[in-house]
């Protein structure tokens, strides 16, 4: 993230919108907030996603189709 902001974030814009000139440490923290916040962000999303979509996004169709239509998404848990 620290290096992505580097790359993506001009000093001048950030000095712009800082009201300041932008030094090393603000990048860092840029990248710092960026980073919890994608955190935060797929946690909250991850508890609004249902079992049938993480295994829809998990698995291919073909393996999840074959799976369905046996029903066997139980016994697989037992044979792991």
């Known amino acids: 993230m620290f290096a992505l902001a580097g790359v993506i974030i001009d000093a001048g814009y ?7 000139s932008a030094a090393l440490w603000h990048y860092l923290r840029l990248s710092w907030l960026a ?3 994608g955190t935060l ?3 909250l999303g991850a508890n609004f996603d249902s079992d049938e979509d993480i295994r829809e996004a998990t698995y291919s169709r073909r393996w999840h189709e074959r799976r369905k239509m046996f029903n066997s998404y139980e ?3 037992d044979d792991d």
């Not at 950030?14 to 009201?19: I, K, T």
């Open 14 to 20: 950030l000095s712009s919108q800082l009201e300041q």
């Open 35 to 37: 980073a919890c916040l």
């Open 41 to 43: 962000a797929g946690a």
């Open 75 to 77: 016994q697989s848990a």
